[in-house]
Structure formats: structure tokens, C-alpha cells
């Protein structure tokens, strides 16, 4: 993260950024500001939303021409809301200054045009500490229930959101080897849990290989 201006100034994510629901703050040493100052974000490693928004055009059709120009900015469907950078005052926990959605057009565009793949139909996964679940099912959900690509290689892994680290004590196993083949429209996987499982919600994070 970098403030730009007649002197650059650089403050390392990994020491000073934190991230926190839709948050992303940075403890800055104290900075005066100069109306030549940029700042640029970059930010890196941002998973898919569990969620997202719907947007269409301002009603004059003057406004958030990517919203509706298709052949310029391609087919979002979904979307974040703008970003808004905050300078906060830590002594009266107030902020001091803000952008304006006006004034800011920064959003993150999601498009579901492609295959989606569905886990248990969306539902949570229920596992006895000691034991192992039932099949769950992994479904391609578009494309007419079918797989288009030609080979799709799933890997879960445990979420760092989860109560405690479980890498050790969760278990995942796939007949398939979590593997999809072309025309291929489901298929399944178990988890298991140690008998020292502490009681909680667990989050499991998939990565996704495409060939």
C-alpha cells in the first residue's frame, strides 16, 4: 500500500494492514496530507464473496456505463459495492475525511456465466467427532446440470476462519478423487472428524484446478 505524492511512502501490508469483514485497515505513522497525494491499494489474495449485489444503469443513461455496456466491459452479474477510503482519527475514534460514491466508481465485478459447481447443494455439513458423513454431493449447477470443461481437479483444505486449527483432526475423501471429467454432472465426497474434534463450525476452502 503506497501513499504517492512529492515523497513516496510505502507501509507493508503483512506488519500494518489488518482485515476485518468488509474492512481493510491500515496503521499508519501519523502523515500530513497534501491535496498532490495518490494513494494506491493493492490488494491481494481476495476470495469470492458469499454474496454479492445487482446494478443497473443511473436512469438517465449518463452514469455506470459498466453496468449495461456489455461490449465494452463484458457480462457482470454481480457486483461489490464501491469502495470508500476513510482517514480515521484514533483519539476521537471519528474519521476525518472519506471518498464519495459520487466521486468514486471502484467496484468488483463477479460473472456467474461460466459453470458453477455446487457443494451439498449449499446446505452445511454435518460430521460426529469420531466418525465420517455420508456422501456429499459436488454438482456441476449450469450447463444444464453437465461439466463443460474438460477436467476439473478440487482440493479442500481448512479455512483459517474456523474455531481452532483442525488441520490435523478434519479428513476429506473422494471415491473420485475430486476429480470432474468433461460430461460429467456430479460427484461425491466424505468428511471425517478425530474424536478430539472440538465442537464448532469449521469452514473448508476449495481451490480449483481447470484443464
Known amino acids: ?11 507493508n501490508a ?3 494492514c489488518t ?8 496503521d499508519a505513522a501519523a502523515y500530513t496530507l497534501d491535496t498532490t497525494d495518490k494513494f494506491t491499494w493493492t490488494i491481494n489474495g481476495l476470495g469470492n464473496p458469499e454474496a454479492a449485489l445487482s446494478r443497473t444503469a443511473h436512469s438517465t443513461g449518463e452514469w455506470d456505463f459498466d453496468a449495461t455496456d456489455t461490449a465494452l466491459f463484458g457480462t457482470t452479474g454481480s457486483w461489490t459495492e464501491k469502495f470508500a477510503l476513510f482517514t480515521f482519527d484514533v483519539s476521537d475514534k471519528g474519521y476525518t475525511a472519506r471518498s464519495y460514491g459520487n466521486l468514486n466508481a471502484g467496484y468488483l ?11 451439498n ?3 452445511r455439513i454435518k460430521v460426529w467427532a469420531g466418525s465420517y458423513t455420508t456422501n456429499n454431493s459436488i454438482k456441476a449447477s449450469t450447463n444444464g446440470g453437465m461439466m463443460a470443461a474438460e477436467k476439473v481437479t478440487l482440493s479442500p483444505s481448512n479455512n483459517v476462519r474456523s474455531l481452532v486449527n483442525p488441520d490435523t ?8 478423487d475430486f476429480v470432474f471429467f468433461s460430461a460429467t454432472n456430479e460427484i461425491n465426497f466424505r468428511v471425517g472428524a478425530d474424536i478430539n474434534l472440538s465442537k464448532g ?5 476449495w481451490s480449483i484446478t481447470e484443464t
Open 1 to 11: 500500500m503506497d501513499s504517492t505524492g512529492a515523497t513516496d511512502n510505502a507501509w
Open 14 to 16: 503483512d506488519d500494518k
Open 19 to 26: 482485515a476485518t469483514g468488509n474492512w481493510i485497515k491500515l
Open 109 to 119: 465485478g463477479f460473472s456467474y456465466k461460466y459453470d458453477r459447481i455446487e457443494v
Open 121 to 123: 447443494s449449499g446446505n
Open 169 to 176: 483432526k478434519i479428513a476429506y475423501t473422494s471415491a473420485e
Open 201 to 205: 463450525i469449521y469452514y473448508i476452502d
